[in-house]
C-alpha cells in the first residue's frame, strides 16, 4: 500500500538554529501534502498545505516565514523550521493523497529545541 | 467553528472488554466524520468514516454510527484484542477537500 515516510522522525537542536523535515510519498506520487502539528494531549492542527511547484497554502495564524515549505517534486514536501524556540517543539506530521479517505500519514517528527 | 472532542485516554482494558470511545462534534453543514487509528511508531491509518446521518461505518470489528441529533460518532468494539492497543483519533472533514479537523487523541491500552 502507499507509504508516507518522514525524516527525522525525532531531532533535538538548540534555540536560534533551522530544522528541515522530510516527508516523502514512497510508492506514489502526491500533487498535495499537508502539514500538522501536534502539541501534547491536543489535536493535530493542520498547518499547511503544500502544492508540488507551487506556493504552499497557510493555515489562518501559522507564521508562513516560520514555517517553509517547499514541494519541489512529486514524492517531496520539506518543512523547516526557522530560528526555532522552545515553543516551537512539537510533534510534526504529514499527509499525503487525494480525498481524505486515501490520505496516508507519515510517523511523525518529533521536534525538540532547548 | 468546527471542532472534535473526544474524551481523555488512556483507556485501559482487558482483553475481551466491550470498548467504547466517546466522539462529538461541531460543525457547520453536514460533516464527513472518520477515526483514525495510530500504532505504535506508525502514521494514522483511516479505520472506518461515514458521511451522512445515520450511516454506519465499520471495519475490523469497529463500528461508529453517525448520530446527527446527538452530534456524535462514537467508537465501539464489543471485544478488543492486545493488538488494539493504539492511539484513535476522531476526525471531521466539512469542505470537500482534505481539510480534517482532529480530536486530541484517545489511547488505549489492552492487556491479556
Known amino acids: 500500500g502507499a507509504v508516507v515516510s518522514q525524516h527525522p522522525s525525532w531531532v533535538i537542536c538548540k534555540s536560534g538554529t533551522s530544522v528541515k523535515i522530510e516527508c516523502r510519498s514512497l510508492?506514489?506520487?502526491?500533487?498535495?501534502m499537508f502539514w500538522y502539528r501536534q502539541f501534547p494531549k491536543q489535536s493535530l492542527m493542520l498547518m499547511a498545505t503544500?502544492?508540488?511547484?507551487?506556493?504552499?497554502?497557510?493555515e489562518q495564524g501559522v507564521e508562513k516565514d516560520k514555517f517553509l515549505i517547499n514541494h519541489a517534486s512529486l514524492t517531496l514536501s520539506t518543512l523547516t523550521v526557522t530560528s526555532a524556540h522552545p515553543e516551537d517543539s512539537s510533534f510534526y506530521i504529514c499527509?499525503?493523497?487525494?480525498?481524505?479517505?486515501?490520505?496516508?500519514f507519515g510517523a511523525g517528527s518529533r521536534l525538540t529545541v532547548l | 467553528g468546527n471542532s472534535v472532542t473526544q474524551m481523555e485516554g488512556p483507556v485501559t482494558l482487558s482483553e475481551e472488554a466491550f470498548l467504547t470511545i466517546n466522539c462529538t462534534y461541531t460543525?457547520?453543514?453536514?460533516?464527513?466524520l472518520f477515526w483514525y487509528v495510530q500504532y505504535p511508531g506508525e502514521g494514522l491509518q483511516l479505520l472506518l468514516k461515514?458521511?451522512?446521518?445515520?450511516d454506519k461505518g465499520s471495519n475490523k470489528g469497529f463500528e461508529a454510527t453517525y448520530r446527527k441529533e446527538t452530534t456524535s460518532f462514537h467508537l465501539e468494539k464489543g471485544s478488543v484484542q492486545v493488538s488494539d492497543s493504539a492511539v484513535y483519533f476522531c476526525?471531521?472533514?466539512?469542505?470537500?477537500?482534505?481539510?480534517?479537523?482532529f480530536g486530541a487523541g484517545t489511547r488505549l491500552a489492552v492487556h491479556p
Open positions: 476526525a471531521l472533514r466539512t469542505d470537500g477537500y482534505n481539510k480534517l479537523i
Open positions: 510508492d506514489f506520487q502526491a500533487t498535495t
Open positions: 460543525a457547520t453543514g453536514y460533516p464527513s
Open positions: 461515514a458521511t451522512k446521518a445515520d
Open positions: 503544500s502544492n508540488e511547484g507551487s506556493k504552499a497554502t497557510y
Open positions: 499527509s499525503a493523497g487525494g480525498t481524505a479517505d486515501v490520505l496516508t
